[in-house]
């Protein structure tokens, strides 16, 4: 059987906004993991004629997704094709498969699979969503050490990935940076004082209820934990912690015909 595999391991969580999504006509794949969590899940991309493909539906013909649960670090990828394209050659002669954040790929039909620049089009467009924390120590863990990193005005909250970890986040009423001294200042004082400070503001709704600003580092300032600078990623929806991961780190794959 004709196929293609990659396997993939990173040093933070993939989160379950994202999405694994097959194209193509004669096409399934298969995404799992051998270490750790117990997971493992396929997809069926097929079809006859590329009349019968409806744009923006990737509901297993000519385009298939499926999810991932929480806690993914690594994972194993594979694509394969089922009739070695024979009956599609002329319009679709190569399958794709790749993770990326759910809402952020729009399928075009059949102009995606006739597409020869489809694969740099959907690395360069669709990012990789992680769950970013600290350490894998949890809150109570972490305040008894001497590094602790949610400073003044701020709370921890603990990891559900499964891995540990904590993320910092400003008191209600405050905004700023959690995580560099002197900490999160309260909004009037920060909102005043913004444009002098530089902060990169990306917000979110946080499990408190209430929109709080984070940036990872200020023009001004470093920190020493952030010498290798995650992006924050703005739009993640109402989930907490959530930052995007350059996609070029995960290419999809396609099937060798």
Same mark, same amino acid.
């Given at each position: 059987?004709?196929?293609?595999?990659? $396997?993939?391991?990173?040093?933070?969580?993939?989160?379950?906004?994202?999405?694994?999504?097959?194209?193509?006509?004669?096409?399934?794949?298969?995404?799992?993991?051998?270490?750790?969590?117990?997971?493992?899940?396929?997809?069926?991309?097929?079809?006859?004629? @590329?009349?019968?493909?409806?744009?923006?539906?990737?509901?297993?013909?000519?385009?298939?997704?499926?999810?991932?649960?929480?806690?993914?670090?690594?994972?194993?990828? @594979?694509?394969?094709?089922?009739?070695?394209?024979?009956?599609?050659?002329?319009?679709?002669?190569?399958?794709?498969?790749?993770?990326?954040? $759910? /809402?952020?790929?729009?399928?075009?039909?059949?102009?995606?699979?006739? %597409?020869?620049?489809?694969?740099?089009?959907?690395? %360069?467009?669709?990012?990789?969503?992680?769950?970013?924390?600290?350490?894998?120590?949890?809150?109570?863990?972490?305040?008894?050490?001497?590094?602790?990193?949610?400073?003044?005005?701020?709370?921890?909250?603990?990891? %559900?990935?499964?891995?540990?970890?904590?993320?910092?986040?400003?008191?209600?009423?405050?905004?700023?940076?959690?995580?560099?001294?002197?900490?999160?200042?309260?909004?009037?004082?920060?909102?005043?004082?913004?444009?002098?400070?530089?902060?990169?503001?990306?917000?979110?709704?946080? $499990?408190?209820?209430?929109?709080?600003?984070?940036?990872?580092?200020?023009?001004?300032?470093?920190? %020493?934990?952030?010498?290798? $600078?995650?992006?924050?990623?703005?739009?993640?929806?109402?989930?907490? /912690?959530?930052?995007?991961?350059?996609?070029?780190?995960?290419?999809?794959?396609?099937?060798?015909?």
């Amino acid at each position: 059987m004709l196929g293609s595999t990659k $396997q993939v391991h990173i040093n933070f969580t993939l989160s379950p906004a994202n999405k694994f999504t097959i194209i193509g006509y004669d096409d399934f794949a298969l995404i799992g993991t051998f270490t750790g969590l117990d997971f493992t899940t396929w997809c069926f991309s097929l079809c006859s004629r @590329s009349v019968d493909i409806l744009e923006g539906y990737c509901t297993g013909i000519g385009c298939c997704q499926t999810s991932i649960p929480k806690g993914l670090r690594t994972f194993l990828a @594979s694509l394969s094709t089922i009739r070695n394209h024979t009956d599609v050659w002329s319009f679709d002669p190569c399958g794709y498969a790749f993770l990326g954040e $759910q /809402g952020k790929f729009k399928f075009r039909g059949a102009s995606d699979l006739s %597409d020869p620049n489809f694969m740099n089009k959907t690395v %360069d467009s669709v990012p990789v969503l992680i769950d970013w924390v600290i350490g894998n120590k949890s809150c109570v863990e972490g305040q008894k050490s001497n590094n602790f990193t949610c400073h003044k005005n701020s709370y921890c909250v603990d990891s %559900d990935t499964g891995f540990g970890g904590y993320r910092c986040s400003c008191n209600k009423g405050y905004g700023g940076n959690p995580y560099l001294s002197p900490g999160c200042n309260d909004l009037l004082s920060y909102e005043n004082n913004l444009a002098l400070r530089n902060f990169t503001r990306h917000p979110w709704v946080n $499990q408190h209820g209430h929109e709080e600003s984070v940036g990872l580092m200020s023009e001004g300032e470093e920190s %020493d934990l952030y010498t290798i $600078q995650i992006n924050p990623y703005a739009s993640v929806g109402d989930i907490s /912690g959530q930052y995007s991961l350059d996609s070029r780190m995960i290419h999809p794959i396609s099937s060798p015909r």
